[in-house]
Every structure is written in C-alpha cells, then in structure tokens.
C-alpha cells in the first residue's frame, strides 16, 4: 500500500535532527511499516495538496498551541480531507493535547494568530494555504477538544494497558508495541543502528553521578577513604 505519515511537528514529518538518537514512534514506525513491504511517504502537507491517492494516512497529533507545532495547519487539513485518516500520537503527555485543542477552541482567533504576546513570530506553517479551510479547521479543533475522536486511534503502548490513563476518547484505539525496534542502545542482530545503518558501538557500563547539588567534597571524602 502507499501510506502517507505526517504529523503536528518536526519530528512527525520526519525532518527532526535527534542527537540522542531516541527511538520515538514518529521515527520506528515508517521503518515497520516499509519492512512490511509498503511505500511510505512521510512529509510536511501543505493545505490543498491532493492527499487522496494515498491508500492510508496517519497524522501524529500535538497540542496545536505548542510551540513545536509548526505544521499542524497541513496536519488538520488531512484530517479533513481523509476522514479515514488514522491518528497517532508520538508523546506520553496527552492531557496537553487535549487540553491544547481545548484553548484553540475556546477563542478560536488563537488559531490564526502570527504573533505571541511578546511580538515573537508564533512560527505556524502553510498559514496562507490554510485560509480556504478556516471553518474546517475551525470545527476540527472544536471536535479534538470536547468530542469523541471520529478516527481509529493508533498508540504506542503494551497489551493490556489502561488506555483511559491517555484520557483520549477516540472511535477505537489499537496499540501496537514498537519495542523489537527500538534497538538504538542494543545490539541488532544485524549490528547496525537503526536510523542511522552505522555499526553499533559497544557501550560499557558505568556508575553515573547525578545531583541537583555539588556533592564533589562528599565524592573526594570517598576516593580519600578508599570506598
């Protein structure tokens, strides 16, 4: 199938930098999904691009409001325009979703503004392209906040986990557990890193310190001490 995976954010669509190289949902499951043997386009859409020639969409849902949210205008109007679309969320922390989509639609001129309360560009994308589809949006918002979601729900998490705990009521939610993929800081059967085809580098254990206050004298009393 050609499956088209797009998302709120940078990371969604795909075109994140991550020097931890952390293996979120966002980034395994293209690769699941073309070891399946399917075409994956995953991209940023631009509001009025033809989203119909594409057998299954996901769109990775944020809080709209968040500064990461970049490409969420394109994100809504695929949702729009597939109502088929399958949606994903690629973060633990919900509640700011829902919550998000709620002071949208609380005072929907929020959604369209360009400046924050410091005159800072909010840095929104596709802004123009978005205008023809402002009831649409509009309404889409008005839906994530106080509705059930009229889209099946695909997240991250292991069998027979309490799903309510997302505090996300969607038509029906499928998890599906990307943990055989998450091999970054493993060793691959095929000795390669999993987004970057580099070979693995071996990693040693080692104690690691951490302190929200100068223990360095405490530290020396111990080397001095011998323990």
Same mark, same amino acid.
């Given at each position: 199938?050609?499956?088209?995976?797009?998302?709120?954010?940078?990371?969604?669509?795909?075109?994140?930098?991550?020097?931890?190289?952390?293996?979120?949902?966002?980034?395994?499951?293209?690769?699941?999904?073309?070891?399946?043997?399917?075409?994956?386009?995953?991209?940023?859409?631009?509001?009025?691009?033809?989203?119909?020639?594409?057998?299954?969409?996901?769109?990775?849902?944020?809080?709209?409001?968040?500064?990461?949210?970049?490409?969420?205008?394109?994100?809504?109007?695929?949702?729009?325009?597939?109502?088929?679309?399958?949606?994903?969320?690629?973060?633990?922390?919900?509640?700011?979703?829902?919550?998000?989509?709620?002071?949208?639609?609380?005072?929907?001129?929020?959604?369209?503004?360009?400046? =924050?309360?410091?005159?800072? #560009?909010? &840095? +929104?994308?596709?802004?123009? /392209?978005?205008?023809?589809? $402002? *009831? @649409?949006?509009?309404?889409?918002?008005?839906?994530?906040?106080?509705?059930?979601?009229?889209?099946?729900?695909?997240?991250?998490?292991?069998?027979?986990?309490?799903?309510?705990?997302?505090?996300?009521?969607?038509?029906?939610?499928?998890?599906?557990?990307?943990?055989?993929?998450?091999? =970054?800081?493993?060793?691959? #059967?095929? &000795? +390669?890193?999993?987004?970057? /085809?580099?070979?693995?580098? $071996? *990693? @040693?254990?080692?104690?690691?310190?951490?302190?929200?206050?100068?223990?360095?004298?405490?530290?020396?009393?111990?080397?001095?001490?011998?323990?």
């Amino acid at each position: 199938m050609k499956i088209l995976i797009t998302g709120f954010n940078a990371l969604t669509i795909g075109t994140a930098k991550s020097p931890l190289n952390i293996a979120t949902s966002a980034r395994i499951l293209p690769g699941v999904l073309k070891e399946l043997g399917h075409e994956v386009t995953q991209k940023a859409i631009i509001p009025g691009e033809d989203v119909s020639h594409y057998d299954k969409v996901i769109v990775y849902v944020f809080g709209p409001n968040s500064l990461s949210a970049r490409y969420w205008y394109g994100a809504a109007y695929t949702i729009i325009k597939r109502p088929d679309a399958i949606i994903s969320i690629d973060d633990h922390q919900t509640k700011e979703t829902v919550s998000g989509f709620g002071t949208f639609s609380r005072g929907h001129w929020r959604i369209w503004k360009k400046l =924050s309360q410091a005159g800072n #560009p909010v &840095g +929104k994308m596709y802004w123009d /392209e978005a205008q023809p589809y $402002k *009831k @649409e949006i509009e309404d889409l918002v008005d839906t994530f906040a106080f509705d059930e979601w009229p889209h099946k729900l695909l997240i991250p998490a292991y069998d027979g986990g309490n799903y309510e705990a997302l505090r996300l009521k969607a038509k029906e939610i499928t998890n599906w557990d990307p943990s055989p993929f998450t091999n =970054s800081y493993l060793n691959d #059967p095929k &000795g +390669k890193d999993l987004f970057t /085809e580099q070979p693995i580098v $071996k *990693k @040693e254990k080692a104690w690691v310190m951490a302190s929200l206050l100068n223990k360095m004298n405490w530290l020396k009393n111990k080397l001095l001490l011998g323990q």
